[in-house]
């Protein structure tokens, strides 16, 4: 297939591409840094400034990754701003031009994530589950709102709600293993909030596996099948480094220090993957210490 990715130079888009490469698919990466894409995702990758340099071209499926960095600094208007921008608007930029097309790919997979269901508490969480209505959920039903208008073009539209991706070098890992290296490390406030992980392989295979099921639609929770609570988190990721994990960040450090985005940080859901189990998808790494194990001694 010839294949167009957002977001291809992202930590879970270079291994996408990667795999697709692999398996004999053509690709092409809309990104603000063409010239970067050979290198970052592959030699035979093409990157394009500007969507109607494929105008001419046969697209056969769409894999909408993109969007700036939730966690990365405070929800400041301005930063809110950039989040709404780099998701909702440049899917609305992307749905907008498929509809242009006359032949239109069949198939349309786009990022969201689990904050689409706000804070979960302990309650199991399933595609079937309702939301709390905050700030994560309102920028993720947007974004998944203009990824699903795909589909009024009669193409299938898959929406990837992601957890915390696992990687080696990169992603939110990558800033816990220095104080944790330090004995820094421990539970966040009373770390009872659940932490949906899964780990790049995983997502990766399961982009490849909605890319080929004809019969996948809607939202699929892109986590693996055993959540754990944040306490749980830190001790196995203590126990992985061989390291105590005895000091715990305080909530109202936090809330000081971050704002509103110290929920991101404080709150969770024990989101589990129902429906690609009922589809059929097999975990690689379905517990997190084998997880940890094999990002951090990649």
Not at 50 to 77: H, Y
Not at 140 to 160: F, K, M, T
């Amino acid at each position: 297939m010839h294949i167009l990715l957002t977001g291809g130079t992202g930590l879970i888009g270079r291994a996408l591409c990667k795999r697709l490469v692999a398996e004999g698919h053509q690709l092409t990466v809309w990104s603000r840094r063409p010239d970067q894409v050979p290198t970052l995702c592959g030699a035979q990758v093409q990157g394009i400034a500007s969507l109607q340099q494929l105008d001419q071209q046969t697209v056969d499926a769409v894999i909408n990754l993109a969007g700036a960095p939730i966690a990365d600094r405070p929800w400041t208007a301005k930063r809110k701003a950039v989040l709404w921008a780099s998701r909702v608007g440049l899917t609305e930029q992307l749905v907008e031009w498929l509809g242009q097309q006359e032949h239109k790919p069949k198939v349309l997979i786009s990022g969201s994530a689990v904050g689409w269901y706000g804070d979960g508490g302990d309650v199991l969480i399933t595609e079937q589950s309702p939301p709390s209505l905050e700030y994560t959920h309102t920028l993720c039903d947007a974004w998944e709102a203009a990824a699903r208008r795909a589909g009024s073009y009669g193409i299938r539209v898959c929406l990837l709600r992601t957890g915390l991706v696992l990687a080696p070098n990169g992603g939110f890992l990558s800033r816990l293993l220095l104080p944790f290296k330090l004995c820094l490390g421990g539970p966040i406030g009373k770390g009872q909030h659940y932490m949906p992980w899964v780990h790049r392989d995983d997502m990766v295979g399961i982009i490849v596996q909605l890319l080929l099921n004809p019969d996948a639609q809607g939202p699929f929770n892109a986590v693996a099948p055993n959540p754990v609570s944040n306490r749980e988190f830190a001790r196995t990721l203590g126990k992985v480094l061989k390291r105590p994990t005895i000091l715990p960040l305080p909530a109202p450090v936090l809330k000081l220090g971050l704002g509103e985005m110290s929920r991101l940080l404080l709150t969770g859901q024990r989101a589990v993957p129902e429906k690609m189990l009922e589809q059929g998808y097999q975990f690689k790494f379905s517990e997190l210490e084998t997880a940890l194990n094999d990002v951090i001694n990649h």
